[in-house]
């Protein structure tokens, strides 16, 4: 079946460094895609979207990249602080509500 | 604006017994969806209103679960009768045409 998955399962970084997190989807009829931060005992808080138009689209110190032909999407966090810790989801939907979520990645930030 | 508001925060409760879980939208919000999220499945969705009707239901595990919309500003999700399984923390969210996905901090529920 078609999914939404992260390629990796966690990542470490040190504080004052950039983080990049992967996700790859499979259902190529996407056109809508969505980041997504989890910490802990709270709900998913939005990040920044993307729409399939689109190839590159920034936030404050995110900046999100879609690559539609290998269906990839990346989100990219500058100067990562210690409250960046958080789990990450991609979701992504081709109809505006069901979104499909990939299953996350932890990232830790090294003070 | 107090964002989506879930209830109870935690609930604990014995197999067999009928749970019920409350959702509070994001006034103006028109689209309304029930998750689950469990550490094997990850986030699923359950169900999505729009406009207070029920659009698609196909997330919903069985019978025992069922869900409400009476009104643009309370919806339940009920389980009767729950089971060890059902164990997970449930997010209600809302959107609407002009804002995306707003969720909740969530319900833990626990079954024993």
């Known amino acids: 079946g078609e999914s939404v998955g992260l390629h990796l399962p966690t990542l470490s970084v040190q504080e004052g460094d950039n983080s990049i997190i992967n996700c790859a989807y499979s259902?190529?009829?996407?056109?809508?895609f969505i980041w997504y931060k989890q910490e802990s005992g709270k709900g998913p808080q939005f990040i920044i979207d993307?729409?399939?138009?689109?190839d590159k689209r920034q936030g404050q110190r995110v900046t999100v990249l879609l690559n539609k032909t290998v269906k990839h999407l990346s989100l990219q966090i500058a100067a990562t602080q210690p409250g960046d810790s958080a789990v990450y989801f991609c979701a992504e939907t081709s109809n505006d509500y069901k979104l499909s979520f990939g299953a996350g990645t932890t990232v830790t930030v090294r003070a | 604006d107090a964002g989506v508001i879930q209830s109870p925060r935690h609930e604990v409760t014995e197999m067999g017994q009928e749970v019920t879980l409350r959702c509070k939208p994001i006034s103006g919000h028109n689209s309304l969806f029930w998750y689950r999220q469990t550490m094997m499945r990850g986030l699923e969705l359950l169900i999505y209103f729009n406009n207070n009707v029920p659009i698609d239901d196909s997330g919903m595990p069985e019978d025992r679960f069922s869900a409400k919309m009476p009104n643009a500003s309370f919806s339940t999700l009920k389980i009767q009768p729950s089971e060890p399984r059902d164990s997970a923390v449930y997010f209600c969210?809302?959107?609407?045409?002009?804002?995306?996905?707003?969720f909740g901090s969530g319900t833990r529920l626990t079954v024993v």
């Open positions: 259902n190529s009829a996407s056109d809508y």
């Open positions: 969210a809302s959107s609407s045409l002009t804002s995306g996905y707003t």
């Open positions: 993307i729409r399939s138009n689109m």
